[in-house]
């Protein structure tokens, strides 16, 4: 029997209409350099129709796809909901991407229309000649018109003010039907080996996904809330946040540029977001301006999603306990929208074990299936012990890379499933944890020793602020664990101290027997930590390694970067 029930499209355009005509008072603040500018959904709602005919009067149609080179601010959420409610494609672009790959990306994407930030105009300007498919660019933001337009038109390009397109269309629009199964937005993975790969959102993919993220969950959304999605807008969709909160009427704060800690203390104290989103980085940095600034207090948040790489627990308890700021893991990736498991802990957790929940991964969501693969892609069991693989599948999870005929991308993907490349263990209850990526797995004679874990231990231990562990060659082990660790100020505590401290909860054989002190983690272009460098580091010989195997091996560790 067929259901009775209306087959009824889940599109960005039906988000779009409920977001500024149910709540038409909630508002989007954006940052700026002394304050913040704020519109409603109403006006919101406005201007994307204006900016929908803005871009049909340049001749976009059908599925052409728009790029942003946006921070976090009110303009890219309007490009964010106008493009795809008028059919059109969304592709957002990494700032942050190294220049060939940015050119990459946006040929491969065969962009037509760039929408780019004032404050970004430079950036842009020095690859947008090698942009072959752009014909407009649009600037915007509240300094446009100040912005070196002319380094824009060296390209060959045609270049507008944003404002000044919107300003002549009308502020109401007929959206167009659009089909539920076809690109609303896409994002490129950082293509940590060969060329990014393109992931094509639904309209029903981001829908779906947003709602979970609204859910009990995840973040348990309402309009009462303001969220403050810190993670870019071209990460996974800043998480599906800006949906989320045009779905559940919840209001806006908008970082803008202004990503540094004491920026982002100062915009919560004002705009008062309950809920944030960001990389453990980001919060890491947050805490170290807080710990040296005891007058300073952030109490508007009620809860922070915080994933993108592990979230050490140890963050987790000093944001908690020395300043009130409640951390939940989540887990995911690009190609799953990005989120598929959030961390709440069990019921009846307490104590050790709730800490321990809260420092894995987190619970498999509704909507998403998982699986744990062994080598030979054999299933394993949910035990809390076997490690193998994680697979996945789901309304949210991508099925395929865009126009990706290669063979790296088709190993992505086991039969309906997508391999993450993420190994660890499933228990019982659906709670994944994770031991490490695939290609950071630490293999020393025949056994894995988990990076993730050396470096969450690492991290507890209060003279260091972040610790890297990466795999180096041995001749005897095939593999050892390398520890760079970056000290708090002034700390002087030695590789054998460090390696000591570690001895309290981990085997000998899986101590790091190398430390080097740096004075930063690398970072990738979203911000995690980039292990690619510091094997680079190692295998050029520009790290100041201390073994503590060797005698005097303790002392004497410099400081090479
Ligand atoms: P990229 O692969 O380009 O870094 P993604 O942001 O899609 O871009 O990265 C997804 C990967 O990030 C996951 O496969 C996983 O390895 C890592 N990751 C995300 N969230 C977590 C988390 N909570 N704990 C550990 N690793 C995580």
Known sequence: MRSTMQDFPLTIGSILRHGTTVHPTAEVVTATADGARSRSYAELGARAAQ??????????????????????????????????????VLHTLNIRLFPDQLVYVANHAEDKVVVVDDSLVGLLAQQLPRMETVTHVLVSGPDAAAADLDALRASGKEVLLYDELLAGQPTDVDWPEVDERDAAAMCYTSGTTGNPKGVAYSHRSAWLHSAAVMSGNVAGIDFTDRILPIVPMFHANAWGLPYAALMSGASLCMPDRWLQAEPVVRFIQSCRPTLSGAVPTVWNDVLQFLDHHPDEHIDSLRLVLCGGSAVPVALQKA???????????????????????????????????????????????????????????????WDGEAVGEVEV???????????????????????????????????????????DRAKDVIKSGGEWISSVDLENALMAHDDVVEAAVVGIPDEKWQERPLASVVLREGATVTPAELRDFLAQSFA?????????????????????????????????GELQVASTLKEGGAAGSGSAR
């Open 51 to 88: 900016l929908a005919g803005g871009l049909r009067s340049l001749g976009i149609v059908g599925d052409e796809r728009v790029a942003t080179f946006q921070w976090n601010n009110a303009e890219h959420l309007e490009v964010y909901l106008a493009v795809p409610a008028m059919g059109a």
């Open 508 to 540: 000998k054989w899986q101590l790091p027997d190398a430390f080097s002190f740096i004075e930063a983690v690398p970072r990738t272009s979203v911000g995690k930590f980039d292990k690619k460098v510091i094997r680079k580091w190692y295998a050029d």
């Open 319 to 381: 944001l908690e306990e020395r300043h009130g700021i409640l951390l939940r893991q989540a887990w995911g990736m690009t190609e799953t929208s990005p989120v598929a498991t959030v961390g709440i802990p069990p019921v009846g957790a307490e104590g050790e074990e709730h800490w321990r929940y809260r420092g894995n991964q987190g619970r498999i969501l509704a909507g998403v299936e998982a699986r744990l693969v062994d080598d030979q892609g054999q299933p394993l069991p």
């Open 393 to 435: 599948r789901g309304p949210w999870v991508t099925a395929s890379y865009y126009e990706a005929e290669d063979q790296e991308a088709a190993a992505k993907f086991d039969h309906g499933w997508l391999r993450t490349g993420d190994v660890g263990t499933i228990d019982r209850l659906g709670y994944i944890t994770l031991t």
